[in-house]
């Protein structure tokens, strides 16, 4: 596998083995945040095509400091985007609920900029807490893992996954409102 500088490399200058080697670095990192996103194989499938021709388009002229986040990104956003237009009819739980849980404690940041500060703040705040409460919210409001999956992969109870990020989010929103970013 080549590093993710040589990887960017191949895109800066047009290669198409550039998209082979993200597939053969990274294909099971993209699926596993789609398919947390979709929840079928197929749509997590397009999905992950969806972000190759995404990042093709996109280095250049971009360069990202951080290859692997910033294929999470593209990918989270790729998947949400399908699920919105999948469900636009059915408004109700699954990724809306997860959004709507994460909306309560940050205010959406419109500006690139604003969302740069939100994120610094955020990873700030992640870092002070304890390993299990940061592991958890990663593993929901990164990769989009149901309740019941955390609570199964960690071996803990549900309930305690759900209280725990309950109050990291309540924990969340007073700590942003502390630094001066209205909720």
Same mark, same amino acid.
């Given at each position: ?19 082979? @080697?993200? *597939?053969?670095? %990274? ?10 996103? #979709?929840?079928?194989? @197929?749509? =997590? ?6 972000? %190759?021709?995404?990042?093709? &388009? ?14 999470? *990104?593209?990918?989270? &956003?790729?998947? !949400?985007? /399908? ?21 309560? =404690? ?19 705040? !992640? ?17 989009? /893992? ?8 960690? &071996? ?6 759900s209280t725990t990020l309950h109050r990291v989010r309540a924990d #969340?929103?007073?700590? #942003? ?7």
């Amino acid at each position: 596998m080549l590093p993710d500088k040589e990887i960017i490399e191949l895109y800066q200058q047009r290669k198409e083995s550039a998209i082979e @080697e993200t *597939r053969i670095k %990274y294909s099971r990192y993209i699926f596993t945040i789609a398919f947390n996103v #979709l929840s079928t194989k @197929e749509d =997590a499938e397009e999905c992950e095509n969806d972000t %190759y021709f995404t990042v093709w &388009n996109l280095i250049p002229p971009q360069v990202p400091l951080n290859f692997k986040i910033f294929l999470g *990104r593209i990918t989270k &956003n790729k998947a !949400l985007d /399908m699920y919105r237009k999948a469900h636009a009819e059915k408004r109700g739980a699954g990724m809306e609920v997860l959004l709507s849980e994460l909306t309560e =404690a940050c205010p959406s940041a419109e500006e690139e900029a604003d969302a740069i500060m939100l994120a610094k703040q955020i990873s700030a705040f !992640l870092r002070t807490l304890p390993e299990e409460k940061r592991i958890m919210f990663v593993k929901r409001y990164w990769y989009g /893992m149901k309740v019941k999956d955390i609570a199964r992969e960690m &071996n803990i109870s549900e309930s305690k996954v759900s209280t725990t990020l309950h109050r990291v989010r309540a924990d #969340l929103k007073i700590e #942003l409102e502390s630094e001066g970013i209205a909720i």
